[in-house]
Every structure is written in structure tokens, then in C-alpha cells.
């Protein structure tokens, strides 16, 4: 039985390795030039998306608008003349006179008789319980503090709405305290380190992607050659091709594949760095409100940064 639950064990962890390394492929087709473009999307060699989009060019257009208001001219019909047609006068219906109708003799009104109001019986008093003076003395004893409110006016527990609010930082305190060299330097390099994982989350690459019939002067052309030369050294560009339209017989187009792939491996550490990063700064921050709102004391800052809290509170 032991060794059934030990098997089982490991292909779970066999499967679960399967699944979080497994790689999930996204891949973007486009090709785009002056009349329009074109976009399609893959996914795991399965197209998910396609558009395409054709751009009108005003001599299109312009034929189109003559077209149009030939043809209106030629929808208009002749004018025919035809003969008035006569018009008819409608005499009015002859009103029936209709009999008026008899009275008829109804019951006299019979004359109203004076009512009798009788005065109403003054309510006795029932007989109202005093309070024993025993009671009233043990009352007093158990709390003595309390005929003091009573005579006072005075509530023993204020409602929680008359309690006193707890202060808010300002909006110079709060840009002050953002602003701090090292909390905004340790934000700035927490957020270099989060589009460094973000690139390698999805291992982007370029595929074959070109942009030809790019035209000029011979000695602007020349620089742009010569620019794309030194442009196959870096990374992301190495793979484009910025082609002269030295002959002038090509129009402007670029086309390519822009590869993209990663695993559920990769987008669980890159939350689990957000997440921490996240909660690092907001620690870092809340200690310092506390503290101004404390003490009331803001750090320093520079000339600089004194400006931006300045025009961030303006606005």
C-alpha cells in the first residue's frame, strides 16, 4: 500500500513539473504598407485573432463623390405637367336636436337636527407606584456617579461620532514622504528589476522583420545603411533589416514575426516578486506617515524635489 501512495506521489509531481514548464508559445504576423496593414495572432500554432485594415487614397475618394453626384443628377426625374385636380367641398353633417330631459321630483331634504354634544368625563388618575426610598438609597450606593450625569445633563458614553478623528496626512506631507531619496530610489530600482523579469517573462524575439523602400538623398541613404549595420549588434534589433530603396521601384512596407513564449514557472515568480516589491515599499511607506503623523517633522529634500512636491500641490 506504501509503495501504490509513493507511485502515485511521483507522477503527480511529474505532472505538476509537465505543466509549470510547459511552454506557452504567442506569435504576431503583421504586414503593413501606404494602402494598409494586416495582423494575425498565434497561439501554440493556432490562429486566435486576424484584421486588416485598407486605407482610402483621395483620388479614390474623389471619383467616388463624382460617381455619386452623376448619378443623383441622373435620379431626378423630368418635370410632367398634369392636370389640376378639382377640389371638393364637404358640407357639413346636420346636428339632431336631441329632447330635454324631464326633471324628475326627488326627496325634499329633510331639515337637519341639531346634535347633542355631551362633555366627556374627566379621566381619574390611577394611582401612581412611588418608588420606595429603600430601593432609591441602594440605587445610589451601587452608582453614586450617576444622579451627577443626570443632574449634569451629561451622557455617560459619547456617541462615536463625536469622537475625535484621527488626522490625514496633507498633500505636501504625502508627496514629501514620496519623494524621499531613498524611498523613491529603492521604488525606481525595484521597478527597473520588474521590467528586466517582465522581458524575460515572455522572451520576446523577431523573426524576419524588415522595413524596405525607404527613400531619400544618396548621402542620407548611405547613414541609414550605414546605421543598420551597427543596429545588427543589439539585441531586439538584430533581426530587422532596414532596407534603401536605391532604385526607387519599391513602395514602403514592413513585415515580420514578433515570437513570444513563456511558462506558468516564469509568470508565478514574476507575482511573487511583484508581491513582494509591492509589500517592501508599502512597509517603508506607512512607517513614515506614522512618524510625521506623530511627531509632525518631514524629512529633507533638495531643490529639485522641493519644486516637484511644490507643483504637484499646486495642481
Known sequence: MGGFFFWLLVVV??????????????????????RGGRAEFFFLRKRLWSGEKKRKHKDSEETSDDDASDDSDAAVPEYVETAPVPVVE???APVESKPAE?????PEPSEAKPLKIEPAEPAV????????KQQTEEKIKANPAEPEARESGKPDEEPAAEKEEKRKLTDKEFWTILL???LDGRAFRYLKNIIAESLRLLDIKFVDCYVEGIRGDYTSMGYGAAANAVAKGFPYLEAWDFRMDWERNRELRAAGKICASTNFCRIFFWLFLVAVYGGILFVSF??????????????ELGYIRNKIVAFMVED
Open 102 to 106: 324631464e326633471k324628475t321630483p326627488g
Open 13 to 34: 509531481c511529474v505532472i505538476a513539473l509537465v505543466v509549470l514548464f510547459f511552454p506557452l508559445r504567442f506569435r504576431v504576423d503583421f504586414d503593413a504598407n501606404e
Open 90 to 92: 364637404k358640407k357639413p
Open 180 to 182: 524621499t531619496p531613498d
Open 125 to 132: 388618575p390611577g394611582p401612581v407606584e412611588a418608588e420606595p
Open 286 to 299: 506607512w512607517r513614515r506617515r506614522a512618524r510625521v503623523l506623530k511627531t509632525g517633522e518631514l524629512p
